[in-house]
């Protein structure tokens, strides 16, 4: 934030009418530069190992109370080097993501104590991923998750953050939320709207964020944020939860948005959120909701807030997905074919792909071999995916190739075919370079994954000279 950044007037006048004598404390806060925020992602590396490598690094870190996986940090190599350009973040070790907006997906997942088997999360508003993937790492591979958003533009990052990290449970779409919900009358166990809002909390990263503030803005937006609320709550099974969330301060897009789902719907009932973590009960408000002003926590604004559906409010003709779409491309893989494919991993990787397929499925189409995720069947006859689950391998008459995502997702678990590089090579392998094979002795020729500590980077082949990178286009680094 730069010093000499002034808040708007108008924004100043509404706040002191609301706030008070405490206003002064929290403009102050908003225009504070806004602590450094990652999340170790648990699908690549444990919490302990991260902390190890943090120590290494010399970074100074301080546990964020509400998310057991999240730090506040301070590097002092921040300006040589930026966080999305460190090893650690292409390897989908740690996710940049502000404290606050860890909550969320946080206390959704705290509803499921017992696991996510036979379960079905729905991410409504999902990209970038930094939600959905928080999600991922609680559910490990287990039940679905459904990571939709709106913008087309924004799908092409979300989808790379969702491989990345490693998730293999998901499905991928690109729906209006209200249409997408209209489809799957009471399916969801659990359902995360991060609803799109004014941003008002968000002025600490970006002074921009109030620079065309009125407060008729809000007001604008509430309307989209009760009409994707309704749409969520239908789609709600009878004992699940929705967790409402935005980024800005406004009542109007928070506590009214609420306040219209409970005057709407009889079965809403708020669940309170002031155990959520130890001091919760400093943004408590007087509902439940966790109002979170950026002096309470030296945070970024934010509010959360939980709902959960206690019966049934739908007609018995309107509780299975509307709406089927034509002729699908992929079809089961036969039972007879699966021990072909065990054979495989066994013999080339050794790997045991049997502990890949508890609780998902494998698909074909043409020559290519999918894994879904469990349940998957329930949703895509109904839908345009961009993308179920992930390519395992492709099939050719002579031999099987192994495709990148999967070595990416489950390739830390190979016992065979695997290169660890160094910290420089690891980095000139995310450029698009081949590998130079010297130091590894004599090798086969074959498809080898490349690895950094046991994380999986990218597939290649030595043919004899050198491993060819196999990198996809999409996933060079440069610089």
């Known amino acids: 934030m730069k010093e000499e950044y002034i808040l708007p007037l108008a924004f100043c006048e509404h706040y002191k009418k609301i706030l008070g004598e405490k206003s002064e404390l929290f403009f102050e806060a908003c225009k504070k530069p806004l602590r450094k925020c990652i999340r170790v992602n648990t699908l690549k590396i444990s919490v302990e190992k991260w902390k190890h490598e943090m120590d290494k690094q010399q970074w100074k870190y301080e546990e964020i109370e509400w998310c057991p996986e999240g730090f506040f940090i301070d590097r002092p190599q921040e300006d040589r080097i930026p966080l999305g350009k460190t090893l650690p973040h292409a390897l989908g070790c740690m996710y940049s993501q502000e404290a606050s907006s860890m909550l969320p997906a946080e206390i959704l997942c705290t509803s499921f104590p017992e696991g996510y088997q036979q379960k079905k999360i729905l991410d409504l508003a999902a990209a970038p991923g930094s939600k959905s993937t928080q999600i991922a790492s609680k559910m490990r591979g287990d039940g679905l998750l459904l990571a939709n958003e709106l913008s087309g533009s924004r799908i092409k990052g979300l989808f790379s953050n969702l491989e990345r990290c490693g998730v293999v449970n998901s499905i991928l779409t690109h729906y209006d939320g209200s249409m997408l919900c209209a489809k799957f009358p009471e399916i969801f166990d659990g359902i995360l709207l991060d609803a799109p809002c004014t941003g008002e909390g968000t002025v600490r990263k970006d002074y921009?964020?109030?620079?065309?503030?009125?407060?008729?803005?809000a007001?604008?937006?509430?309307?989209?944020?009760?009409?994707?609320i309704a749409m969520a709550f239908e789609s709600l099974k009878p004992g699940g939860v929705l967790v409402y969330s935005t980024c800005t301060l406004s009542e109007e897009e928070n506590e009214g948005v609420i306040q219209f789902l409970l005057q709407s719907y009889t079965n809403a009932t708020i669940v309170p959120l002031d155990t959520a973590f130890l001091n919760?009960?400093?943004?408590?408000?007087?509902?439940?909701?966790?109002?979170?002003?950026?002096e309470i926590y030296d945070t970024e604004g934010f509010f959360v807030a939980k709902i959960q559906k206690s019966f049934s409010a739908s007609s018995p003709n309107n509780v299975f997905p509307q709406g089927r779409n034509g002729k699908f491309p992929f079809v089961p893989v036969l039972k007879r074919e699966i021990p072909f494919l065990k054979e495989y991993f066994q013999n080339v990787w050794g790997y045991d792909f049997s502990e890949a397929l508890l609780q998902k499925t494998l698909w074909k189409r043409e020559k290519e071999i999918w894994l879904f995720p469990e349940g998957a069947e329930d949703i895509f006859p109904y839908l345009r995916c961009d993308r179920i689950g992930i390519p395992v391998c492709t099939l050719h008459d002579k031999e099987i190739r192994l495709r990148h995502e999967y070595a990416i997702a489950f390739g830390s678990q190979f016992l065979k075919g695997f290169l660890e590089v160094t910290e420089k090579e690891a980095y000139e392998i995310y450029e698009g370079k081949d590998l130079q094979t010297a130091s590894f002795g004599n090798l086969e020729k074959r498809e080898y994954v490349s690895r950094y500590e046991g994380i999986p980077i990218a597939l290649g082949k030595y043919n004899g000279e050198k491993w060819k990178n196999s990198i996809p286009r999409g996933n060079v680094r440069r610089g």
Do not use: C, H, Y
Not at 208 to 217: G, H, R, Y
Not at 280 to 294: D, N, V, Y
């Open 208 to 217: 921009d964020a109030l620079k065309n503030w009125k407060p008729e803005n």
């Open 219 to 228: 007001v604008q937006m509430a309307s989209l944020q009760k009409r994707l």
């Open 280 to 294: 919760a009960k400093k943004s408590i408000t007087r509902e439940g909701f966790l109002r979170i002003f950026p």
